[in-house]
């Protein structure tokens, strides 16, 4: 009999793992799986489990957020043995899953994770850490990881846009020389995000047909401070409306990646707090892992 890893952030989605465990195990045993079910305590603890024990499974799948996702693949890309791995969201946006089309559903998320197919995903570094699906640094960035997990599991989406217009006071551009592929260019920057999804925050919004998971490449997406209320309003309307390459709002596509600045850049990764850097190298890792989809 095969044997699945089944880790579950207990706090995610409304603790919806905590009761639709059953459910979801269920599934796997009657699919001939022998299931270990450890929920975590505390951050970082799935990424330690599936460093520690991985190699004893046929199979890992997490249920949680994107932050839980993280810690699996974080886990995994450590590893000299790598295993397959199954996602089911349960978290406040799903970024991720949306671009993988995962069900929204645990029972239909739970038997895609075990009858899916091999799907080969890029992973990329930040200096020494591993991200899915975003890296981002300037305005609203720190909203994610700032706004508490009980609040994310009572409003969604709205806790993430509540906590971000109590940081509109704070908003400062960022000064960042960037080199992309051997591009180098140097601004202000209001906010710099390079993504590998089709969905940001579960607000704006990337062309599916052009964003692909797969391709070793990444979307460089950077939005320069405006500098009077006509330039921020054309600002919010390239945005809203997907014209990424304009005077304000650019987008380019590049593998290697590195940000400098003469002070430090807090950063966000997959909507958790991701470290503080004056030089970062971001690198694409083309298909690292294989996630059943």
């Given at each position: 009999?095969?044997?699945?890893?089944?880790?579950?952030?207990?706090?995610?989605?409304?603790?919806?793992?905590?009761s639709d465990l059953y459910k979801m195990v269920k599934i796997f045993a009657d699919h001939d799986y022998e299931v270990t079910v450890y929920p975590t305590r505390a951050r970082q603890d799935c990424t330690r489990k599936v460093l520690e024990d991985a190699g004893r499974f046929d199979l890992v799948v997490c249920c949680g957020g994107d932050g839980t996702l993280n810690e699996m693949v974080s886990g995994m890309m450590q590893r000299e043995g790598r295993r397959p791995m199954g996602y089911i969201?349960?978290?406040?946006?799903?970024?991720?899953?949306?671009?993988?089309?995962?069900?929204?559903?645990?029972?239909?998320?739970?038997?895609?994770?075990?009858?899916?197919?091999?799907?080969?995903?890029?992973?990329?570094?930040?200096?020494?850490?591993?991200?899915?699906?975003?890296?981002?640094?300037?305005?609203?960035?720190?909203?994610?990881?700032?706004?508490?997990?009980?609040?994310?599991?009572?409003?969604?989406?709205?806790?993430?846009?509540?906590?971000?217009?109590?940081?509109?006071?704070?908003?400062?551009?960022?000064?960042?020389?960037?080199?992309?592929?051997?591009?180098?260019?140097?601004?202000?920057?209001?906010?710099?995000?390079?993504?590998?999804?089709?969905?940001?925050?579960?607000?704006?919004?990337?062309?599916?047909?052009?964003?692909?998971?797969?391709?070793?490449?990444?979307?460089?997406?950077?939005?320069?401070?405006?500098?009077?209320?006509?330039?921020?309003?054309?600002?919010?309307?390239?945005?809203?409306?997907?014209?990424?390459?304009?005077?304000?709002?650019?987008?380019?596509?590049?593998?290697?990646?590195?940000?400098?600045?003469?002070?430090?850049?807090?950063?966000?990764?997959?909507?958790?707090?991701?470290?503080?850097?004056?030089?970062?190298?971001?690198?694409?890792?083309?298909?690292?892992?294989?996630?059943?989809?």
């Amino acid at each position: 009999m095969k044997k699945l890893l089944f880790i579950i952030n207990p706090m995610a989605g409304r603790q919806q793992a905590q009761s639709d465990l059953y459910k979801m195990v269920k599934i796997f045993a009657d699919h001939d799986y022998e299931v270990t079910v450890y929920p975590t305590r505390a951050r970082q603890d799935c990424t330690r489990k599936v460093l520690e024990d991985a190699g004893r499974f046929d199979l890992v799948v997490c249920c949680g957020g994107d932050g839980t996702l993280n810690e699996m693949v974080s886990g995994m890309m450590q590893r000299e043995g790598r295993r397959p791995m199954g996602y089911i969201p349960l978290g406040s946006t799903n970024d991720l899953a949306v671009s993988l089309r995962l069900p929204t559903r645990v029972e239909e998320a739970a038997l895609q994770a075990v009858t899916g197919n091999e799907f080969h995903m890029d992973v990329g570094t930040l200096n020494d850490r591993y991200f899915n699906y975003i890296a981002a640094f300037g305005a609203f960035t720190e909203t994610s990881y700032a706004t508490p997990q009980e609040i994310k599991n009572a409003l969604g989406h709205l806790a993430y846009i509540l906590e971000g217009v109590k940081s509109l006071g704070k908003i400062q551009p960022i000064h960042v020389k960037i080199t992309a592929d051997g591009e180098a260019f140097e601004e202000d920057y209001l906010f710099g995000a390079v993504t590998n999804t089709i969905s940001l925050g579960g607000v704006l919004k990337l062309d599916p047909e052009k964003v692909l998971l797969d391709d070793g490449m990444y979307e460089l997406l950077l939005v320069k401070n405006p500098l009077n209320a006509i330039e921020a309003q054309a600002m919010l309307t390239a945005l809203m409306t997907q014209n990424y390459d304009g005077p304000l709002v650019k987008m380019i596509r590049a593998s290697d990646i590195t940000f400098d600045s003469s002070h430090e850049i807090s950063w966000t990764i997959d909507g958790e707090y991701g470290g503080t850097f004056s030089h970062t190298h971001i690198l694409n890792n083309k298909n690292a892992v294989t996630l059943i989809v």
